[in-house]
């Protein structure tokens, strides 16, 4: 993903991100000069710059999903069965006490990004794992997109599993249909939320005794 700039518009909103990276500075200075000036905002890599304009475009029929991405890494045999490519998105609303990963709980600490590019890296990746993991952050607290990128995913047959820090009761009594359908359609739920008093023991994948291991929820 390097050397390239990557255009999303915001489905719901009708903003606009542009992703520069290693990207030239007379290249962006040329960029703000034609769309305006926008907001420079936090990214988790430091060589890239991402810019949103503050002024909502219009979504064309051709707009893509999007999704708040913290970091997308591959290898990991800790995220569930397997080795795995997992997907950690920005944003949390659950706010366990004693969370390893806080840095993930804002979502201005991550950026948006194409769930296009997303499944892209994942396919361009596909010899270094056996499925992939959406972890976070909270992905249901982005449910929408997060069921279009396992839409996406599942018609390749790859395995799914998602963390949640909700439990499946909750989820399945918030009556959402995006929520309804990530839980129809994934491999494996990792859910309940993280209890620090718990954590001794958790066994594989989870992170305290509460948490449950659920198998097509
Ligand atoms: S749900 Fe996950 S990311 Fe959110 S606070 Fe709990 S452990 Fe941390």
């Known amino acids: 993903m390097k050397n390239s700039l990557t255009f999303v518009v915001e489905p719901d909103t009708g903003k606009l991100t542009v992703e520069v990276s290693g990207a030239a500075k007379d290249t962006v200075h040329e960029f703000v000069k034609v769309l305006g000036k926008g907001t420079s905002i936090n990214c988790a890599r430091p060589d890239k710059l991402t810019i949103r304009l503050t002024s909502p475009q219009t979504p064309s029929a051709t707009d893509d999903f999007s999704i708040w991405l913290y ?6 045999v800790v995220d569930g069965p397997g080795r795995r490519s997992v997907i950690r998105v920005a944003g949390c ?17 991550g950026y948006l990004v194409s769930i296009s590019s997303i499944v892209n890296e994942i396919f361009e990746n596909r010899h270094t794992h056996d499925g992939v993991t959406i972890l976070g952050g909270e992905p249901f607290d982005q449910a929408a997109s997060v069921a279009e990128l396992v839409s996406r995913l599942k018609k390749r047959g790859l395995h799914i599993t998602v963390y949640s820090g909700n439990t499946l009761e909750t989820l399945i009594g918030r009556k959402d249909k995006s929520v309804d359908y990530i839980l129809t359609h994934i491999d494996l739920l990792i859910d309940g939320p993280f209890v620090a008093q718990l954590s001794q023991g958790a066994g594989e994948y989870r992170g305290s005794r509460n948490q449950r291991i659920i198998s097509r929820p």
Request: glycine letters at 4%.
């Open 71 to 76: 970091d997308l890494y591959h290898n990991s």
């Open 93 to 109: 609303s659950v706010r366990c006490p004693g969370c390893y990963v806080p840095q993930t709980h804002d979502r201005a600490n």
